[in-house]
């Protein structure tokens, strides 16, 4: 049998081999601690429960419009004019069933085969197979920890060709947390557009910040970066609600409508449910977020701490999101527990294997010389992962 083009050339999740791997251990009842989650662990506000509770006893089970419904485009609409200074019309948000899918729908319109996009990685998995589907090529453009996993413009210019289409941002990053200031912002995504080429900025982590940091969102930038910028933003990390499915874009009335024609054949839209629970989330009291972000912040500071006092480590503070994303590459050279570790794999199989503490290797996210470590989960759980995982390459 002969499979598309597409289903030979996407990838598996490389990450979930490790996920299944943990899970198979904690179901025979060990005590594996996980720090993989790419979700928030805590629960999804009670007045957002309440407003889809709402929604269903009213009886609001029927397909919405296909770019979402108009109480949520409006209320996306007044949320991205307050938070982040960008005016759009409802004509220009197309609302999906996660942050995911908009951006599938957005590479699909301005992704042809042969085009190039730029991704700078570390970077999120999924970027990379979309751009794939598209039949386009992903372009890696490599940061390391010793320029903040940041491009610049000049870094930026070196892989751009006649092909680029577009680049990705994603300020806060996952998986390294990074965020870049206003000033460096400016620099690349004003050099892009005036190269005619388009942005999407995943801005998904946008509120989870610490130290004071602002976001900044760059269709925000100027008339020609407002033209060419598509601002992805979704529900799932703010908001707790990953299994609800619920992201949106923003952008130029064009991409969004042949975006939503994508989307008319696809899956017809978002959740009708959902995006009620949306409205509510977006207009309702902030203070559960507020509160996340502070607990997040405790345990940022602290496993920072821990693991930078952990001989071959070393790790960034970062400013976003709720991952860290250490540099063990030292680790690599020798042997650990008698056993030999070449990458981010070895090491993170080691370690489920020797102490039960599940990470992620680097290597999917682009960059074998670190793990990403997530720290959603309880302070409880980061002192005895970090605790295990200290004592085993002590021993
Ligand atoms: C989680 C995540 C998304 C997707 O979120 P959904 O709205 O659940 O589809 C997009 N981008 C990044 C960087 C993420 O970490």
Redesign the pocket.
Request: aromatic fraction near 8%.
């Given at each position: 049998m002969t499979l598309s083009r597409i289903a030979r050339e996407v990838k598996t999740s490389a990450t979930l081999a490790i996920t299944a791997k943990a899970k198979q251990l904690a179901a025979k009842g060990v005590d594996v601690i996980g720090f993989g989650a790419?979700e928030p662990d805590f629960d999804v506000p009670e007045n957002v429960k309440n407003a889809a509770i709402k929604a269903i006893k009213d009886g609001y089970n029927k397909y919405t419009p296909t770019a979402g419904a108009p109480d949520l485009k409006e209320a996306i609409c007044e949320k991205l004019l307050k938070d982040n200074q960008l005016k759009y019309t409802p004509s220009q948000i197309l609302v999906s069933a996660?942050?995911?899918q908009a951006i599938l729908n957005i590479v699909l319109v301005l992704c042809d085969s042969g085009d190039e996009a730029i991704i700078p990685s570390p970077y999120?998995v999924s970027y990379s197979e979309m751009v794939i589907m598209a039949g386009a090529k992903p372009v890696f453009l490599n940061t390391t920890d010793r320029e903040h996993f940041k491009i610049t413009k000049e870094t930026l210019a070196k892989v751009i060709t006649p092909r680029t289409k577009m680049l990705f941002m994603?300020s806060p990053n996952?998986p390294t947390g990074m965020v870049y200031t206003e000033k460096e912002l400016r620099e690349i995504v004003c050099f892009a557009v005036e190269k005619g080429i388009y942005v999407i900025s995943?801005e998904?982590y946008e509120k989870i910040l610490y130290d004071g940091v602002k976001h900044i969102s760059p269709a925000t930038l100027g008339d020609e970066c407002y033209k060419k910028v598509i601002t992805v933003n979704?529900f799932?990390?703010v908001y707790s609600m990953?299994g609800w499915r619920l992201?949106y874009a923003a952008g130029p009335e064009e991409i969004i409508k042949a975006a939503t024609n994508i989307q008319d054949h696809t899956t017809s839209g978002a959740n009708s449910i959902t995006q009620k629970a949306g409205v509510e989330a977006l207009k309702g009291n902030q203070d559960p977020v507020i509160f996340m972000i502070k607990e997040f912040d405790k345990r940022r500071r602290y496993i920072v701490e821990r693991l930078n006092k952990i001989k071959g480590v070393s790790c960034l503070l970062p400013q976003g999101a709720f991952y860290v994303f250490p540099r063990v590459s030292d680790l690599y050279k020798r042997k650990i527990a008698g056993q030999s570790v070449a990458n981010s794999f070895d090491l993170v199989n080691l370690l489920l294997e020797k102490t039960f503490v599940a990470f992620v290797p680097g290597a999917p996210f682009g960059a074998d010389d670190y793990i990403r470590i997530s720290y959603a989960t309880s302070m409880a759980n980061i002192e005895k992962g970090i605790d295990r995982f200290e004592k085993f390459l002590g021993s």
């Open positions: 790419g996660g942050a995911k999120w994603n996952n995943d998904i979704g799932s990390k990953t992201g």
